[in-house]
């Protein structure tokens, strides 16, 4: 019964100075709210981050030409010696692997349909398909005899047969690739922006060799894509890939591997660990506005102790203790905070709502951080809130009795 009597009290002399009351939690409303919003942004962000590498492949292990490097400095170029010789080597030799695709990458000016487009094209093999998970949508993507025979056949990506062939009719056309003809034989199901923000589908696939020996004329490829036979040999898929280019190179024990070869897994530690640290800034920075409330609170807790110095006078001298007056107070701070932390939350749920409907922006708000958000209002209610009610706790009845 005590304790419900001093909530009595609380929200009794709270209401009596309803503007005050909502002007004084307004810090903590903003506060909250931009706590919970601002950390379910972060999480938000990194669930998609993990959802895009993840649609990447799984599975996936990249071999890319090692960085040049001159008395421990990069030099910003590679040292490519990564060759169609090291795709088939892997062929041959990798049991972890269930797929392997050399990548040649070129740029070039593509003209077709009803425009022409800037956009990226990428000499693969057929399983490139497979250790992708990126499939056709219409049309058919091309086959090894395509890649042993140097078929001028492509596959077009989302974004260049938009702009190519606006129509839809991009399956059955004709296009020229730096001059050279290729017969449009399908169009890649649409991926998106990449965790870096680049647009996927901005990209024409053809064959390996086509790309190799008519488009870049050179007999180096920009990389190697594989396809781990399942997530849990992975890390013996990367182990066994290693001796193999080693052999395939030649490379003595000791000396420095030219090559890289980089998992999903790594790029998906990598983005998990820049996203929480953006998330715990983001949260760094709302939690200024709770600090800022919290000193609001004391303020008018302060105010409040000065205006009701008779009162405490009258308690103390019909027998109310010291400590009875400080839980009373401290109580009316807290009351105060938790009633600003509950809005806040309500608002925080309100703005996500509106930005995951309206901005496109996901939003994951957890129960975990509306629960810390809630616990940190109420922290900030006893923390400021304790001066000013030991303040009040500390008066004299008669010198209280006697204030004006």
Do not use: C
Not at 188 to 213: F, H, N, R
Request: proline share 2%.
């Amino acid at each position: 019964m005590k304790f419900r009597n001093l909530l009595k009290v609380a929200f009794k002399s709270l209401i009596k100075n309803r503007m005050r009351t909502l002007l004084t939690s307004l810090g903590v409303i903003i506060g909250v709210g931009a706590v919970i919003v601002m950390v379910g942004v972060g999480q938000g962000a990194q669930q998609d981050i993990e959802a895009q590498i993840s649609s990447l492949g799984a599975n996936m292990l990249m071999v890319w030409p090692e960085r040049s490097w001159s008395h421990g400095v990069s030099q910003g170029g590679n040292q490519n010696k990564l060759t169609l010789d090291d795709v088939e080597a892997i062929r041959r030799q990798a049991t972890f692997v269930s797929a392997v695709s050399p990548e040649v990458r070129v740029g070039a000016q593509v003209i077709g349909g009803e425009s022409n487009w800037n956009t990226s094209v990428r000499g693969v093999d057929p399983e490139y398909e497979e250790i992708r998970d990126w499939h056709v949508d219409y049309g058919e993507f091309f086959t090894e005899r395509d890649v042993r025979a140097k078929s001028k056949v492509a596959v077009l990506g989302k974004t260049v047969a938009d702009n190519l062939f606006p129509s839809g009719d991009a399956v059955g056309a004709k296009i020229r690739v730096r001059n050279t003809p290729f017969k449009v034989i399908g169009v890649l199901e649409s991926k998106g922006q990449s965790t870096w923000g680049s647009d996927m589908d901005d990209v024409i696939m053809v064959p390996s060799t086509t790309a190799l020996y008519r488009l870049a004329g050179g007999r180096f490829i920009s990389s190697i894509y594989t396809s781990a036979a399942s997530v849990d040999v992975t890390e013996k898929a990367e182990e066994e890939l290693t001796i193999i280019m080693r052999e395939a190179h030649r490379i003595a024990p000791g000396e420095e591997d030219d090559f890289r070869i980089r998992s999903q897994a790594e790029f998906m530690e990598m983005a998990t660990e820049t996203s929480e640290v953006m998330t715990l800034l983001l949260a760094a920075v709302a939690a200024v506005s709770l600090i800022v409330g919290g000193i609001g609170i004391m303020n008018i807790m302060l105010v409040s102790v000065t205006e009701r110095t008779r009162e405490i006078g009258i308690r103390m001298a019909v027998g109310a203790r010291g400590s009875d007056v400080l839980v009373q107070f401290l109580t009316e701070a807290v009351v105060l905070a938790l009633t600003g932390g509950t809005i806040g939350v309500l608002l925080a749920a309100g703005v996500s709502v509106l930005l995951n409907n309206t901005v496109g922006l996901t939003t994951v708000i957890s129960p975990g951080v509306v629960l810390l958000a809630f616990g940190f209002a109420a922290a900030i209610g006893i923390f400021f809130g304790y001066y000013p009610a030991r303040k009040a706790a500390r008066l004299h009845p008669i010198d209280a009795l006697r204030y004006e």
